[in-house]
């Protein structure tokens, strides 16, 4: 998929809204409908737009419901300024091992002293700056690329419907300790949901109590 | 501007067109309308809602033609995965100082041996690559501010009209050398104006010819 068939996709809101559910969990079409209050018919046109540029898939459980789910993993950038208008999708390298480097290097002294005046100069910066965002690019497509991958392997720790939660809970967990409240709000769920997550979560030794407040041990 | 209202204008291929070409040079609505085969009443659309949105600015020249030019400097950023859907617009971090530090290093290493076990884990390495994803978020937004500010003192270096076409091939030659015809591509302008340019840019000395192929001085 290139950067122009993305941003159509992405110039709708409807569509948007859709896209930011589905990374939540796996929905069928009558629960969207009435999640975003809007037909049935424009969440099916919707999301046809989407499967057929391969962003959405479906699947049928056992009840024979249609489950559909985000199926790509990628990047969309746009760079806008009074001398440039770059668009830039790409998926998530894996080919750039920086697993086995404990830090990513770039250099950013960018100054040149070549004795060409000062034209010449600030061309040769230029294309030093230009080098740089595409290497910043690259890392970040890997980060992208661990983010997901990750993020499968948390979820995939627990059994049940509500794998993604427990993902969910547990990653805003790790960025700092809270309580019921601060969490439901955090991970945009009830607090309701969030208190049976975090008792789970507790109850495989995952996480510990500390008062009112939850955190991972330490 | 946020994601949403920038995603609604980039979601139309003509103003993506036009923004195409108002990051080469400023332009006014005749030549915008003859360049895209599209009826000048629909770009005078395009360049209002661009202009509301205080993406494009016009000026009027000494011969009362009113000019366009994009008038921002944003970036954008949307990742997309089965657990995520996010979107992120910010304009450059000049806060971001990384003009004093010679190495923009970010830790790449997010393994961990907390004692939680396996999921515990998994949390805090995602918490990690979240962090990760920041930093070189914010590196970008800095390479992006730096990179309009070397292209506009770029540009102030040449007077007269042609300032702009003289930028742009400096700073292609400092990608590499090349010939008028790798040059007129790789600049996406005709030979004859590429040619004339070389030619000037040699004659106050930025540049030297070797051969059939230009360079920068060594």
Redesign the interface.
């Given at each position: 998929m290139d950067s122009?068939e993305?941003?159509?996709l992405?110039?709708?809101?409807n569509r948007?809204r859709i896209?930011?559910l589905?990374?939540h969990k796996p929905c069928y079409v009558t629960e969207i409908s009435e999640y975003l209050s809007v037909s049935p018919k424009a969440v099916i046109d919707h999301l046809e737009k989407l499967e057929r540029a391969g962003?959405v898939e479906s699947r049928v459980d056992d009840q024979r419901r249609k489950y559909f789910?985000?199926?790509?993993?990628?990047?969309?950038?746009?760079?806008?300024?009074?001398?440039?208008?770059g668009?830039k999708s790409a998926y998530p390298a894996s080919a750039v091992d920086?697993?086995t480097?404990?830090?990513?290097?770039?250099?950013?002294?960018?100054t040149d002293d070549?004795?060409?005046?000062?034209?010449?100069d600030?061309?040769?910066?230029?294309?030093r700056?230009?080098d740089?965002?595409t290497e910043?690019?690259m890392?970040?497509r890997w980060?992208?690329g661990?983010?997901?991958e990750?993020?499968?392997?948390?979820?995939e720790?627990?059994e049940g419907e509500d794998s993604?939660l427990l993902?969910d809970v547990?990653?805003t967990?790790?960025?700092g300790s809270g309580t019921v409240e601060d969490l439901s709000r955090r991970v945009e769920a009830p607090p309701e949901v969030v208190g049976e997550a975090l008792q789970r979560?507790a109850e495989?030794?995952?996480?510990v109590r500390d008062g009112q407040e939850w955190r991972?041990?330490?």
């Open positions: 122009a993305l941003l159509d992405l110039g709708n809101a948007r896209l930011q589905l990374a962003l789910h985000i199926a790509r993993n990628l990047r969309l950038e746009v760079n806008v300024s009074p001398y440039e208008f668009t920086v697993t480097c404990r830090y990513v290097s770039i250099e950013t002294d960018v070549s004795g060409g005046g000062e034209a010449t600030l061309a040769v910066q230029l294309n700056l230009q740089l965002e910043l690019s890392a970040q980060v992208h661990r983010l997901t990750v993020m499968e392997e948390l979820t720790q627990f993604r993902g547990l990653s967990l790790a960025a979560l495989e030794g995952v996480i991972l041990p330490e």
